[in-house]
Each structure stands twice: as C-alpha cells, then as structure tokens.
C-alpha cells in the first residue's frame, strides 16, 4: 500500500468522526413559558463536549499529516498501529454524547461519562503514541535518520498526552468538568507541532546561509 492511500483513508475516517459530533447537537425542546435563549443556554454541556472533540480529532488529522509528511514508506505493521488508532479516534463521538448527556448533572452519571470519555482518549493517545514509535525507531520508514537524542526529545514531546489523559481520566472520578477542560487543554497543547522529528543533515550538507542584508 501507498503511503498517499493511507493518508487518503484516514482522512476519511477522521473527516466521518468530525462531522457526527453535531450530529448530537440538537434543537432544544422548549416547554410552556420557557423562553429560546433559556432552553439554548440549558444545552452548554452539548457545546462545550461538542468543542472539546472537534479540537481533539482536529489536532490527530494535524499530527497524523505531520508524521506521514516526514515517511517515505508504508510497511505491515504501521497499517496494523494506523488502523488501532482510527478504531480509537472513530469512537469519539460516542462518549463525547454520553457527556453531552450528563456533563450538566452531578453526581455518578457525571464521573462515569467523564471517565468514559477520558479513558477513550487515553486509548487514542496510547494508540498514537505506538504509531509515533514505530514510525521513529528505525529509518527504514523515515526520509533520514533523525539523532537519537533528536528522536528521545520527540518521543517525549508527542507522548506528554499519554500522562495528561491519564490525568484526566483519574480526575474525573473527582470532577467531571475539570477533567473535561484538561482534554481541551490538552488539544490546543497538540495544534502546536510536537510530531515533527528533524532529521540529521546528510554528509557535506551545509547549513543554509542568510545571504548579507
């Protein structure tokens, strides 16, 4: 398999997660002298587990093109990790519901659907982190073959996440809502580049030169 068919189905996938998030996001039911705004209001929890999974699933297309931009090839077991980690990311959109449902109560309902939507990206970090391995142990897939203490950095850099999800997911059997803004925090800390892996300078490549003002 091509590296740009791989590219073009998990595109897909991720494209298909995406969009079923709004899907949730309903017109309210407004009762007898209930006012629009109020009943609109009474949604927030919709929007806020809404924008918390766009930005998540938004930042895994971002570094999954990041990796692939820097692979040459495609081999057995990067289809197998790819594949593990659209299992994770394409069943978002299930508890992001779950906590849309209960994010606006207290109690059990509210940490059971927090841990269940932490723990699904725990199992998404951990699938990508594992992706991000693979990819990065050899150069056999890579264009160069980055230093090792290049690669060590990177590999720290991408799998803060596994430790934050961890996080999250042992704080939601305490707060459901701060739980849920660790993951938000934890998708804008993705939009920045932290899969990019600089590669090593081939032999009697120069560094480039800025020509003289």
Not at 88 to 115: Q, Y
Not at 195 to 210: C, F, L
């Amino acid at each position: 398999m091509t590296k740009t068919r791989l590219e073009a189905f998990s595109d897909g996938v991720l494209a298909i997660a995406i969009t079923l998030l709004v899907i949730e996001i309903r017109p309210p039911e407004i009762h007898k002298g209930e006012r629009l705004a109020h009943a609109l209001w009474a949604q927030w929890p919709s929007y806020v587990a809404y924008l918390v999974s766009f930005l998540t699933i938004g930042v895994i297309w971002l570094n999954h093109h990041r990796i692939f931009d820097q692979v040459a090839r495609v081999d057995g077991p990067l289809l197998v990790l790819n594949l593990n980690l659209l299992l994770w990311t394409a069943l978002i959109p299930f508890p992001t519901a779950v906590v849309a449902e209960h994010l606006g109560g207290a109690g059990e309902a509210a940490r059971t659907a927090s841990a269940l939507y932490c723990g699904v990206l725990l199992l998404m970090s951990l699938s990508f982190g594992a992706l991000f391995a693979w990819v990065t142990h050899t150069d056999r897939l890579l264009h160069r073959l980055p230093p090792p203490a290049v690669v060590r950095a990177a590999r720290l850099r991408f799998m803060f996440g596994l430790a934050v999800y961890a996080a999250a997911f042992a704080l939601s059997l305490m707060s459901a809502p701060l739980a849920l803004a660790l993951c938000g925090l934890m998708a804008l800390y993705y939009a920045f580049d932290q899969a990019s892996v600089p590669a090593e300078r081939e032999s009697g490549e120069q560094r480039p030169t800025v020509p003289p003002a």
